[in-house]
């Protein structure tokens, strides 16, 4: 099974992950829904920047609300 982490955008420090081991992601209008392994959610508003499935990460630019 591959796990990603979710990132802040141009971030890669500790600081900026909003989510480690995300099982699932899915959009809901403009919000970014993420879910982990232990069922646990972060919902971001905001747009997808980047997506590597060969380094498991996840680059989100959230909106500036």
């Known amino acids: 099974m591959c ?4 990132y802040k ?3 890669g420090s500790p600081d900026n992950i ?5 099982t699932e992601a ?3 209008g ?3 829904i993420f879910r982990d392994i232990t069922g646990g959610e ?3 508003t905001g747009r997808i920047e980047k997506i590597d499935l060969v380094k498991n990460i996840i ?3 959230p909106s500036s609300d």
């Open 30 to 32: 403009e919000d970014l």
């Open 59 to 61: 680059i989100i630019e």
């Open 9 to 11: 955008k141009n971030s």
């Open 42 to 44: 972060v919902c971001v």
């Open 26 to 28: 899915e959009t809901s």
């Open 3 to 6: 796990l990603s982490t979710v």
């Open 18 to 22: 909003l989510l480690e081991y995300v």
